[in-house]
């Protein structure tokens, strides 16, 4: 019995011993609970040793964060607070600076958690609790100020801005959608796979004559057209009840005899012929009257383009392959548009939009399910009828087509 008694043993202890030696080849043993690269954090990591260097020079530092450093303590200033983690007995807690500088190289150049986390020596699985968490800080920390959805006197304000820019009157804004190109997600089929051959997500936006975003809607599976997700959204359906608080119908400017018009948003072919929406006249051999209108709506629509090209030359992940969960990208999208407001009115050093007493109480536009598109009613017909003869009349410019 002593003799079954040892040869048992001697085979467990084998088989240890072998299953040791496997798990040492493999790497898979852990000797520590921090690895050594990730303990010279604060003598190595780049946001201890880069960046105290970068900030000598405001040209580099904003190259590299694409924002100046004036820029980053102000949104460290607004967002600090949230981000901020408590330290324990353990462990030191990464500084609310450096989390927003984790988050905001991700959002510069689209580079991987891995590739991130390797430069700032954090784990992977920091960088990815950290972009998440502080995204979703710069959103709730700047959208009041940045991008509050607008009220009578804003869409007024727009409609100024774009008759003195662009030569369109009574236009509250330009409409037009992106894709975000994204790792198609698990199990999801053909729902994000886009007309391009890619998957992607779709921001919607409406932009005023400055470039700014007013309204955004983000999340639009990927296989739907532009006129599908705007039915879909809250702004679509805002538009089509009445309930945006666009100013009231006035004439257009020099043309009172036309009657009171409504006011608009310019679109592409893309999108619907709505009261409220302007879209070109389809076709290539067009008389000389649609073809003018179809130059001044192009003209005022190229703000929307531009500014989509602004922001994604500003943040570069918007030229990368996103590999996040959808919900993660719809939020790290949500923040590149207000930081893009947030940086243009630090530019102009303009001040954020504060609401009045009496505008305290606007609500944000709500989600809404699916909705039927139809198609183009008579009065959206007779109201582009009334631009198209007003540019080509009293409200004609020099430069745009005269044959």
Request: net charge positive.
């Given at each position: 019995m002593a003799d079954v008694d040892r040869v048992f043993i001697e085979k467990v202890t084998a088989l240890y011993l072998l299953w040791r030696a496997e798990q040492r080849r493999r790497g898979q043993r852990h000797r520590t609970w921090?690895?050594?690269?990730?303990?010279?954090?604060?003598?190595f990591g780049e946001f201890h040793h880069l960046l105290q260097e970068l900030r000598l020079d405001d040209g580099r530092f904003q190259r590299y964060f694409r924002l100046s450093r004036a820029q980053f303590d102000a949104l460290l200033s607004r967002v600090g607070a949230r981000i901020t983690l408590q330290d324990t007995n353990y462990r030191r807690?990464?500084?609310?600076?450096?989390?927003?500088?984790?988050?905001?190289?991700?959002?510069?150049?689209?580079?991987?958690?891995?590739?991130?986390?390797?430069?700032?020596r954090v784990g992977v699985s920091t960088v990815c609790q950290i972009?998440?968490?502080?995204?979703?800080?710069?959103?709730?920390?700047?959208?009041?100020?940045?991008?509050?959805?607008?009220?009578?006197?804003?869409?007024?304000?727009?409609?100024e801005g774009f008759q003195e820019r662009w030569n369109f009157p009574l236009c509250c804004g330009a409409v037009d959608g992106k894709h975000v190109v994204m790792k198609a997600p698990p199990n999801s089929g053909s729902q994000f796979h886009n007309y391009k051959g890619t998957f992607s997500i779709v921001l919607l936006a409406v932009v005023d004559a400055k470039y700014r975003?007013?309204?955004?809607?983000?999340?639009?599976?990927?296989?739907?057209?532009?006129?599908?997700?705007?039915?879909?959204?809250?702004?679509?359906?805002?538009?089509?009840?009445?309930?945006?608080?666009?100013?009231?119908?006035?004439?257009?400017?020099?043309?009172?005899?036309?009657?009171?018009?409504?006011?608009?948003?310019v679109a592409d072919e893309a999108f619907p012929l709505r009261r409220n929406l302007m879209r070109p006249f389809p076709g290539r051999t067009l008389?000389?009257?649609?073809?003018?209108?179809?130059?001044?709506?192009?003209?005022?629509?190229?703000?929307?383009?531009?500014?989509?090209?602004?922001?994604?030359?500003?943040?570069?992940?918007?030229?990368?392959?996103?590999?996040v969960h959808p919900e993660v990208a719809e939020n790290c999208v949500k923040?590149?548009?207000?930081?893009?407001?947030?940086?243009?009115?630090?530019?102009?050093?303009?001040?954020?939009?504060?609401?009045?007493?009496?505008?305290?109480?606007?609500?944000p536009?709500?989600?809404?399910?699916?909705?039927?598109?139809?198609?183009?009613?008579?009065?959206?017909?007779?109201?582009?009828?009334?631009f198209m003869a007003h540019f080509s009349a009293e409200g004609a410019v020099a430069w745009q087509p005269t044959e």
């Open positions: 921090v690895h050594q690269t990730l303990r010279r954090r604060s003598q807690s990464i500084t609310a600076a450096e989390r927003l500088s984790i988050c905001l190289r991700f959002l510069a150049t689209g580079d991987s958690f891995r590739t991130i986390a390797s430069s700032y972009v998440p968490q502080v995204v979703t800080a710069i959103w709730d920390c700047l959208v009041e100020d940045y991008m509050a959805v607008p009220t009578t006197g804003d869409w007024r304000s727009i409609a975003f007013r309204v955004i809607d983000v999340g639009g599976y990927g296989r739907t057209s532009d006129g599908g997700i705007l039915a879909n959204s809250a702004f679509g359906q805002a538009l089509r009840t009445g309930t945006l608080h666009l100013p009231p119908d006035q004439p257009l400017p020099g043309a009172d005899e036309r009657g009171p018009q409504p006011h608009v948003f008389p000389l009257e649609r073809r003018v209108f179809n130059y001044r709506l192009s003209r005022a629509r190229l703000v929307v383009e531009n500014a989509f090209g602004i922001l994604s030359s500003q943040w570069r992940m918007y030229r990368r392959l996103i590999e923040a590149t548009c207000v930081l893009h407001n947030f940086m243009r009115c630090s530019e102009r050093r303009e001040a954020p939009a504060v609401r009045g007493a009496g505008q305290a109480g606007e609500e536009l709500p989600g809404l399910g699916r909705v039927a598109a139809n198609f183009s009613s008579r009065e959206a017909v007779r109201v582009r009828d009334v």
